[in-house]
């Protein structure tokens, strides 16, 4: 998934904090983030937005002399399907920021898992928009044939050998890429459990911390250098949406 994000604050230590919470959990879902950072409304920023199409806005709630609520509307009537969060010292500006239906408000200092849960959930929210998630396919080569399918239809991935077996909830192919060369080009709803393991988080019935227990009727064991991601990144991940 390609994201275009926004951050606009003006105290400079919470633009450079957020900027990073973003790039972390843009890699560590395997969103393709582009970020542009504001420091104050000027007439750069008017030109900017009138120009590039933004995703997800991130915006302080009171920048200098200019209301947060009223860059969000400026965003809203160009790009309406833009994810808008605001972060704030300011709590009595909730309503007003729920009246534009933003996506999330929250409260500085911001704390980074309060902060990824709301990242995950807003990359589910635009999917569903752009409605990118049912129609993401996968290309590899299979029997010397080019073949495409459907990324959310792969239960699994696992190595075996110099090949590499992808399961789908349809029927199974052999490769002879890389599962790391396979692993670049998966959505952000794929979890690496091991080395020679990726697996669809879509497919998982439980984790119980050791293990996955899968909806194909797998049962996977978690290496323990993999342990702690592992369970992290479903935890966070919305259950129950496709």
């Not at 890699?27 to 007439?43: A, C, G, L, N, P």
């Not at 500085?108 to 990359?123: A, D, S």
């Not at 393991?197 to 978690?222: E, P, Q, W």
Request: charged share 20%.
């Amino acid at each position: 998934m390609k994201l275009t994000t926004l951050i606009v604050d003006d105290d400079l230590v919470a633009l450079s904090v957020h900027k990073a919470y973003i790039e972390s959990f843009s890699k560590k879902y395997r969103v393709q983030t582009t970020i542009h950072t504001f420091s104050d409304i000027t007439e750069e920023f008017h030109v900017f937005i009138a120009k590039q199409k933004i995703d997800l806005a991130i915006l302080d709630i009171k920048i200098n002399q200019t209301s947060g609520i009223a860059v969000a509307k400026k965003i809203q009537s160009l790009y309406p399907l833009t994810a808008i969060i605001f972060i704030s010292n300011y709590a009595q500006y909730t309503f007003d920021a729920f009246e534009l239906l933003a996506y999330g408000y929250l409260m500085k200092t911001v704390k980074q898992e309060t902060f990824e849960r709301l990242f995950v959930r807003t990359i589910h929210y635009l999917n569903s928009k752009k409605s990118n998630t049912s129609t993401s396919t996968l290309e590899f080569i299979y029997n010397r044939q080019k073949t495409v399918i459907k990324q959310h239809s792969i239960c699994y991935i696992q190595k075996d050998d110099q090949r590499v077996n992808i399961i789908t909830n349809i029927s199974n192919f052999t490769v002879y890429e890389s599962i790391k060369q396979l692993e670049s080009r998966l959505c952000y709803f794929f979890i690496k459990a091991h080395s020679g393991l990726i697996i669809n988080m879509n497919n998982i019935l439980h984790i119980d911390g050791k293990r996955i227990i899968m909806n194909t009727g797998d049962i996977f064991d978690i290496p323990p250098s993999r342990m702690k991601k592992v369970n992290e990144v479903y935890k966070n991940f919305p259950k129950g949406l496709f």
